[in-house]
């Protein structure tokens, strides 16, 4: 399709791909770079491509490192599913949404509770499992 005269968005920087020729700031002419198609997306570049790769390897990182956390806070929990929102573990803001999330059952749960990274050993819980929560992970007077 770029051959046939239309453009896309580099998927990694946002750069415009084409086979157009374009011009650097001097007015001189830059032949088209040797963009990169994988699948749906198009790269500007390989370097590029492999810049996104690295994104993709560091989020799949921090969402171990996420549910390492969440198991070693909640022993004997089950993992459901995690959100990282970029490529490391970083608390949310106040009013931003969550940027680093899991949900996990733990025995006795009917639903999923909620650990939010930055928020402690806060885990949000529903109603009907508190009963079981508190009697698994509160932590004893002895």
Not at 30 to 57: S, T, W
Not at 116 to 140: M, N
């Amino acid at each position: 399709m770029i051959e046939a005269g239309w453009w896309f968005e580099c998927h990694g920087c946002g750069a415009r791909v084409s086979s157009d020729y374009e011009y650097d700031d001097d007015g001189n002419e830059i032949e088209p770079g040797n963009y990169v198609v994988r699948k749906q997306q198009v790269f500007c570049c390989q370097e590029c491509l492999a810049r996104d790769d690295a994104r993709k390897r560091m989020n799949v990182a921090a969402q171990n490192a996420l549910i390492e956390l969440v198991e070693a806070k909640f022993p004997g929990c089950t993992i459901q599913r995690v959100h990282v929102y970029g490529e490391r573990l970083e608390p949310s803001e106040p009013g931003h949404g969550h940027k680093c999330v899991a949900y996990f059952t733990f025995p006795g749960s009917q639903y999923a509770a909620t650990y939010v990274f930055g928020e402690g050993s806060v885990a949000h819980v529903p109603q009907i499992d508190i009963d079981a929560f508190v009697a698994l992970y509160r932590p004893s007077n002895a």
